[in-house]
């Protein structure tokens, strides 16, 4: 059989058959073929294990929607079947969705280790539940009904990740969750891949790995190599200095209280996730603070430029953000100044580009001074490169691979590093949201799908905004809408007054609708004429009359919305 | 002075002072403090001279809106006044709005070289318009009035490419238009940097230099370059190989054909503008095309996979490009196979990244090979990275420079690099869209600002969308709309029929707005009970019963639209 056909394709469209006795079955709810909304369910003699439960942020054609989360009906028929949900790590796109679960099994058990669940208590706090929180941390193992797990280190860009073992009959599964190997890390806990190796020697049947840098050749270079680049960057300035980065990156934030410390500057936190991560790893002892070094924002207003460093979230170009209004001038506490050096020690995440820039530009016509990843290394990702990959499939030396947690092309690229290590081209499962994988005798295989659509929350509403919404939202704001709101005698299908034509998103020209009105009249003496009195027959009418006026004078297709009213 | 004082800051907001007697006055219509529409105004004398009159195309935040032009405000009564229009080269951001110009001044002589008159003339044929086109080439001079000018040659994306100098008895400028430094170029036409170094010699008064690639170090790759790696890629295949890239890149796609032909493979074209702009390309002799390599779609299906390459547009994600229509099977002569291989040999324009990587996604996932600049040198940009400006700025040696083409970040950096070759900070302009620079007795200063706005078009009307349309776009693409429709009896206010209340962009559940409907009733007999008959009135009071139910019940922020009618 050759490469092409297992690597690619939109696999099957039937329903997966009953899992047969003593088979393991995977199924990704989210997190495979985009980035974001990481969950796995596993199942495995009528019992399920679920793998991270996290939020995919919406993109622009997705307008007006706060977070897409995994799609539950899969599983919603068998919440008492589910034996617990185990998080990897702390970010968003893995635990973000777990409020909204936990709705529908308040009492399920969620693993995790130290960091990951006080994230978790704080976002559980803002939804007002208690969960069961079970505190793991890497060696440790725990047999959960038939899932035996086994939790393992690995270095990401948050503290505290954890790898998970499952063994059960069927074999033996190993999920990275978001992994590096950066073999410097700031803390000094290893990717244990040491621990892997020894898996691998006992045989891995399954290897659930990370895609999201497959593409990008070599290593990421070790995020203690950042420090001495933010100490020259800082050295070299007697102004301000504000560094924005993301609020789960304590090892990030350590290196820069670390230089800010070594120049005699104190350090205020702007934005509230910021504020309040940093005090969540200082009080689980992951950040070290030195005495005195933390100060308000009154207080950093009171004292020299060149003593006060600002660590801020914003560094996406989220509109909402600190950094984003700063670049606005519309920060209540802070105004860039000429010379103000404002550092993104972040990613410039695909799709952000625009918002990005966007602050960027606002900020050095304000006169700042914008060091970036593209003219300073201030950043590595936390996701390991093809050679790191390399390293971890040589450890484990799995018998299937089954690449998550990326795009099609991550995935791809991911497939082709296993075969390139001996895995058979034919044990690499491409398995995008949906698809069902069955680990049976050893051997993993595609045996059906089950229905994965998105799960969009907006504002205090889960699901009811769904593609029929989103669909007009697009029209609408293509567009706009024109109304025309007319009233019928309900006998003789008569106006009884003027109808009116308005519309909004339309044109800022009060004239522009004069000419369509007249139209509108005749078609109503048309269709009176002909006897129809039927509102929505009347409502057609003036529909297809006034699309068409449109469509001619000005080549638009805003929403026609004709409103007949009998009386 | 410090440098800060002059690379930053948004400027003046006054007026500009009449400008005095023997003063040359410059300002940016479009195309500073963005990438697009580039459009400078000169004048002397009371006379005027342009350069460039390009397209800007809209981001997210400007939805609907088919292209932006620069603001003609400020030249608007002067129309007489414009001595010529000069354009630089035939890109969309440098001749898109040539059109829109000639329809307030039919007979203004466009002075260009022959593939950017043959560009234009092909543009204005769509727009039914006969303009007066005045063909120059490098090397030579006209006098334009008060305007002698002269044309260099000048490397770039698209071929015939002139830079413009501008004498007046103010002093000399010069123009790059957009420039890079190739050294050697596939058509071996050089950027006239001898040329430029002979008007150094003279002394450039004011120097207005390309800032897109400033904050890039280095060199740009030599186009020519491209061709091995593609020959690299296309001699490891034997499928199909698409290749997509700007359908201008004249040399790029003859770099493709050529490699076509000697692999035994023959051409054929794919999208609209791909076919028309080759065929002009080869009328002009900027294109050869080897006997019998060209072939059509339907040819192309019947030869064998291993000798056929199309050459297609859509390397941007345009959804509506043939590309992006093959990645979504929606392609009616071409279907993605396994194996096929589709390289992208092209940018990847900042903003438009969401976009490329779902077209890359798509094809892979149906089964292609994808090569794109990511993995393989199959692009090389048109600008100058910062290593070249500085051979520009050593060659011209100007007095006073204002950089264009570019944000704000590009600008800066572009500024910081004439400092660094012996510019006087003070003597580097700023000069976003609207900033009017007078250059006098050989200094250029910023005097005011002049309104620049964003000229939208949408569909077949200029202007009309305008920023509040905009927003109502923005507030229905994010939430959607309410309407409630109301009819009250014009002398007691009461109404004469139920209300009703519907939304479109809102929700899927049909139930969603069941419990605003008695709460719309009861305020209506709330203002009837007041003796309230004015309609305007009793909108305002559904318009807030309405706005706070669904804040409450929602947290969603559609827009409401009560629509009383009296009868």
Redesign the interface.
């Known amino acids: 059989m050759s490469k ?2 297992l690597l ?3 696999g099957p469209t039937n329903a997966p058959p009953a899992l047969p006795d003593g088979g393991l079955r995977v199924v990704a709810l989210g997190g495979i ?1 985009e980035v974001g909304r990481n969950m796995t369910v596993f199942e495995y003699e009528g019992r399920l294990l679920i793998v991270d439960c996290g939020v995919f942020f919406p ?2 054609d997705q ?2 929607v706060d977070l897409i989360l995994p799609d539950f009906r899969a599983i919603e028929d068998r919440l008492e079947d589910i034996e617990a949900l185990v998080l990897t790590h702390g970010h968003e796109d893995h635990i973000g969705a777990v409020p909204f679960l936990l709705r529908l099994r308040p009492d399920l058990p969620v693993y995790g280790s130290r960091f990951t669940l006080a994230l978790l208590a704080a976002k559980c706090k803002e939804h007002k539940q208690r969960p069961t929180l079970i505190e793991v941390r890497e060696g440790e193992r725990r047999d959960l009904g038939v899932f035996g797990l086994e939790f393992f280190a690995v270095n990401h860009s948050i503290p505290d990740g954890l790898a998970v073992a499952i063994r059960t009959p069927a074999g033996l599964v190993l999920h990275t969750g978001d992994i590096k190997l950066d073999q410097l890390p700031l803390d000094n806990r290893l990717t244990d891949l040491a621990g892997f190796a020894r898996l691998g020697d006992e045989g891995v049947d399954l290897f659930c790995v990370d895609s999201t840098n497959a ?1 990008v050749p070599g290593f990421v270079t070790p995020e203690r190599d950042i420090g001495p680049v933010l100490d020259d960057v800082i050295s070299q300035v007697d102004r301000r200095v504000i560094v924005a980065c993301f609020a789960s990156h304590v090892h990030r934030v350590q290196q820069v209280l670390d230089v800010a410390q070594a120049h005699g500057r104190r350090v205020a936190f702007v934005g509230r996730s910021m504020v309040r991560n940093m005090g969540i790893a200082v009080d689980l002892g992951l950040l070290q603070v030195p005495e005195g070094l933390l100060i308000d924002l009154d207080q950093a207003a009171n004292l020299p430029e060149s003593k006060v460093l600002f660590v801020s979230t914003g560094s996406q170009g989220e509109p909402l953000s600190a950094l984003s209004r700063m670049a606005r001038s519309e920060h209540r506490q802070i105004s860039i100044r ?2 103000d050096t404002v550092v993104l020690a972040s990613s410039l995440i ?2 952000n ?2 918002a990005v ?1 966007g602050v ?3 900020l ?5 001074n ?1 060091v970036h990843q ?2 300073a290394k201030v950043h590595v990702s936390g996701h390991a490169s093809a050679g790191e990959l390399l390293y971890l499939y040589n450890a484990v030396r799995p018998s299937n691979v089954m690449p998550v947690h990326g ?3 991550h995935l ?1 690229a991911n497939g082709e590093l296993a075969v390139r290590t001996g895995v058979d081209p034919r044990n690499v499962v491409i398995a ?1 949201d949906g698809v069902v994988v069955d680990l049976i005798d050893g051997q993993a295989t595609v045996t059906g799908r089950v229905e994965v659509g998105h799960v969009y929350v ?4 889960v699901g ?7 669909s ?10 024109l ?1 025309i ?1 007319v ?1 019928v005698d309900s006998s003789t299908g008569r106006a ?2 003027p109808p ?1 034509v ?1 519309g ?6 009060p004239k ?1 609708l004069d000419a369509v009105l007249p139209l509108v009249e005749m078609e109503l003496s048309r269709t009176e004429s002909e006897g129809i009195t039927d509102p929505h027959r009347i409502a057609q009418s003036v529909r297809r009359v006034v699309g068409r006026w449109v469509a001619e ?4 297709r805003p ?1 026609i ?1 004709p ?1 007949v ?3």
């Open positions: 092409d056909a690619h394709g939109p073929g993109e622009d307008p007006g593409e000429a010379g695909p799709g580009e625009t820039f960027v530009n606002g050095i016509r304000l006169g700042a914008v593209g003219n795009e099609w092309r791809r995008e907006d504002g205090l509403s009811d905004v769904g593609e029929s919404t989103l007009d939202r697009l029209v609408l704001g293509e567009g706009g809408f109304a709101n009233v009884v007054s009116t308005s909004r998103g339309f044109s800022d020209d522009a004078t000005y080549r638009r929403m919305v409103t009213i009998p009386v």
